[in-house]
């Protein structure tokens, strides 16, 4: 059931992104023969996203962004007071190519790799994701646009304990996964500005694979065979210019982001990531 869905998410996506492909298009050749070059000073005396051209200038070729999560770890099942985690930083990475029509592909990395502050149950969450996806930009108007994605995720999940109070903590144990699987994406764009803008984002993961279990609150050291798990990611933020030329444009973000990874802990349990984030683009 869960191959069907995620199966039937991909064709629906590649499916409303084939129908407003034309519309991409007829929308920037209108852009293009509009006349005479924008300069920066018109953006930037703009009161709204409506007010000038430039608004929707060709953000096509390579980019690169470089961001940093700070996260602190939750679970479902919930954590003792004296064993949380605190909010910890750590890096999002992300390369890719836009073309002038909208159409892109992108390579992200992320890392998390911490230890809670307790000395009383200390354990440790080391996990990454590797994304490499599909997306295509869809204006919807001059100040609103959507982007739909698509792709594959692998991911690596590690999490030890070395507990000799199994009442506060996950007791001794190490539980493991690692698979690979798809997620697809959509984020709306809203302008509030020629400079700066608001967005809203969610992804949706489903991986399978084999979870190994080596656990003494558990009794047992065994694996557990194609299991699921899932990864839901919502994300808010705003964003705006820092700088800009004929050739680059740089960008800053700031955010807030949840994330609730499904069936993380034996295959069992809930875990999950929430915090703050701030980032930098740069387009080529």
């Avoid at 430039?54 to 939750?74: L, M, N």
């Avoid at 985690?85 to 999002?92: A, D, K, L, W, Y």
């Avoid at 997620?183 to 949706?204: D, K, P, T």
Wanted: negative net charge; aromatic residues 10%.
């Amino acid at each position: 059931m869960q191959k069907l869905v995620t199966l039937t998410v991909l064709a629906s996506v590649m499916l409303l992104t084939s129908r407003l492909h034309a519309q991409q298009l007829s929308h920037i050749s209108a852009l293009a023969s509009g006349g005479s070059a924008c300069e920066a000073s018109d953006c930037d005396a703009a009161d709204d996203c409506t007010a000038s051209s430039c608004c929707s200038s060709d953000q096509s070729g390579v980019f690169f962004d470089a961001e940093v999560t700070f996260f602190k770890f939750h679970n479902n099942a919930g954590i003792h007071p004296s064993n949380e985690f605190g909010f910890e930083t750590s890096p999002r990475i992300t390369v890719g190519y836009r073309s002038p029509d909208g159409l892109g592909t992108r390579l992200r990395w992320w890392k998390y790799d911490h230890q809670n502050h307790s000395a009383r149950s200390p354990y440790a969450i080391n996990t990454y994701n590797v994304d490499l996806e599909v997306f295509e930009e869809i204006s919807l108007g001059s100040c609103t646009s959507i982007e739909l994605s698509a792709g594959i995720r692998y991911n690596e999940f590690d999490q030890f304990s070395d507990d000799d109070d199994a009442g506060v903590g996950p007791g001794i144990g190490l539980y493991a996964f690692d698979g690979l699987g798809a997620i697809v994406g959509i984020e709306a764009r809203r302008s509030v500005s020629c400079n700066s803008a608001i967005y809203a984002r969610l992804r949706q993961a489903v991986l399978m694979d084999d979870y190994d279990v080596s656990s003494e609150l558990l009794e047992g050291e065994y694996t557990l065979h194609d299991t699921v798990v899932g990864m839901t990611e919502i994300a808010l933020g705003y964003e705006t210019s820092l700088a800009s030329s004929g050739c680059y444009s740089v960008n800053g973000r700031v955010g807030v982001e949840w994330q609730q990874w499904h069936n993380y802990l034996a295959g069992t349990w809930d875990s999950g990531f929430a915090g703050v984030t701030a980032g930098v683009s740069v387009d080529y």
